[in-house]
Structure formats: C-alpha cells, structure tokens
C-alpha cells in the first residue's frame, strides 16, 4: 500500500486506503475517482473494468487520500470523476473533507502541467457549480453528471461521460508521442 508523507492543505487529515484496489504500484494509466459510497463504488467498477481493463481503477472514499494517489504518480493519471459529499467510510477517515477539498487542489497545480478532462458526479447543486468554477478557471474541461434513481445513472449518465473523457485523453496523449513508438500509430 501507498504512504502518504504530510500533510493537505493546512490539515493533518490522512488517507483512507483505495477501495478495491490489487496492486497500486504498477507503471498503468489511472483513472482517479472520488466516491465513497460503496454501492456506487462497485458500479462504477464494474463498468470501468469491463471497457477499460487496461487501466488502473483508483476509486478512493475521501479528498486526502485521493490528493494521495494524484500527487504520487500525476504523470499516470488519465481522467478523473468527483463525488462532492463525502462520507467517513468504516470510520477509516472521520474527516473525509470533501469533492471540493480535491477541485481546489488540481486548480492550485501549476498552469503549464496537464488538464485533464473531469467529469462531476453529485446531486449536491451548489457544490456542483463551485467546484466547476474553479476547475474551469484553471483550465480544466469540466463534465457534470446529476446523479438520479438509484444506480442506474451509473451505466446511463456516468459512464458514457467519463468514457468520453478517457477516450479523449487517450487521443491527446498519442498525439503527443511519435509516431514512431511502439503502439501509437
């Protein structure tokens, strides 16, 4: 398992372990998802490993351990999706902070790295429209998704935004790559 060395923001808050995850230290693209729901979870994994296996899932139930796993391998990261209001999961992290604790912290990155594309999955509307704001005002293509029903936005809403994410970061980052390395062509 991953550690993590200080701490975020101006809190002492740690990391809650990643759910599901077999082997974090692997050289794969991620997908960096903050979701601390356990039946959302589940979906959301079951979806991505049925399509895109040859990523690495990371699906972490609070703002500082994803923090966590962004600042240990960003180069790796391909898309990310956040979940606004987070919940103590298993009272591994009675503070989980939350969607926003995450948006401030990829805003704050220095503007010449990586824009990822991320998607914003939660019902929590005012929260939305914030965490918009300010990944959009760092430069960020920002994707919302209003969870609704019980899972079934999940395969509905959800995952086609997200896929569309992933796909499109595949395109940029073959694009950035020579033609002549192995596999892009």
């Known amino acids: 398992m991953w550690k993590w060395g200080g701490p975020i923001f101006s809190s002492?808050?740690?990391p809650s372990p990643a759910i599901g995850v077999k082997s974090p230290m692997t050289n794969r693209m991620r997908l960096l998802i903050l979701e601390d729901d356990p039946r959302r979870t589940a979906a959301m994994r079951e979806r991505l490993e049925d399509r895109f296996s040859p990523y690495e899932t990371l699906i972490l139930p609070d703002a500082p351990s994803f923090i966590a796993a962004y600042r240990e391998a960003p180069e790796r990261v391909?898309?990310?999706?956040?979940?606004?209001d987070l919940e103590p999961v298993n009272n591994q992290n009675p503070e989980p902070g939350t969607g926003r604790d995450a948006?401030?912290?990829?805003?704050q990155l220095p503007a010449d790295g990586p824009r990822l594309p991320i998607?914003?999955?939660?019902?929590?509307?005012?929260?939305?429209?914030?965490?918009?704001?300010?990944l959009d005002e760092a430069g960020y293509p920002v994707h919302r998704v209003t969870p609704y029903g019980d899972l079934e936005w999940i395969s509905e809403a959800?995952?086609?935004e997200f896929r569309k994410c992933?796909?499109?970061?595949?395109d940029a980052a073959?694009?950035?790559?020579s033609p002549s390395v192995p596999g892009f062509s």
């Open 174 to 177: 073959s694009l950035a790559v």
């Open 12 to 14: 002492e808050r740690q």
């Open 78 to 84: 391909l898309a990310i999706s956040l979940d606004h």
């Open 119 to 134: 998607v914003i999955h939660s019902t929590n509307r005012a929260a939305v429209d914030g965490m918009e704001r300010v």
């Open 166 to 170: 992933i796909l499109d970061a595949v």
């Open 158 to 160: 959800w995952f086609p």
């Open 103 to 107: 948006a401030d912290f990829l805003a």
